[in-house]
């Protein structure tokens, strides 16, 4: 197992945005690396997929290009999935590609001690590259 480059951070507010355009997902935690989510999407790993979080306060919204390099069946926490549909979910470990300075900012306003419930966000299958 590859050890993580960067300190992960609780998300600090509700995350919405698009998986798929239409898969939910919750983030457990979150780094200028990377993400992890649930989700009732499995990804294949090594593929990139497009996300778009955006932020409860004031809708701002960022997309951003992650890598899969962790997909596993992960147990439900009905206080902190609610939001997703009922089904199988996966956990999903992810790294964020080329962020620039402004996604770089953006993130760093997710990363806080973690509030009670989860994050929402959402996947989007524009641009999806099949891992090897």
Do not use: W
């Amino acid at each position: 197992m590859e050890k993580r480059k960067s300190t992960r951070f609780d998300v600090s507010q509700e995350m919405k945005g698009k998986l798929l355009n239409v898969v939910s997902f919750v983030a457990n935690n979150i780094s200028s690396e990377g993400i992890n989510l649930v989700s009732n999407f499995q990804p294949v790993i090594g593929s990139v997929y497009k996300i778009y979080l955006i932020h409860s306060r004031d809708n701002r919204q960022q997309e951003f290009e992650i890598e899969i390099n962790r997909a596993e069946v992960a147990s439900f926490d009905s206080r902190k999935y609610a939001s997703l549909p009922p089904g199988l979910l996966f956990s999903i470990g992810a790294r964020f590609k080329n962020n620039s300075e402004k996604q770089k900012a953006f993130l760093v306003s997710f990363m806080k001690a973690k509030p009670d419930g989860g994050d929402e966000g959402f996947i989007s299958k524009d641009k999806v590259q099949p891992g090897s």
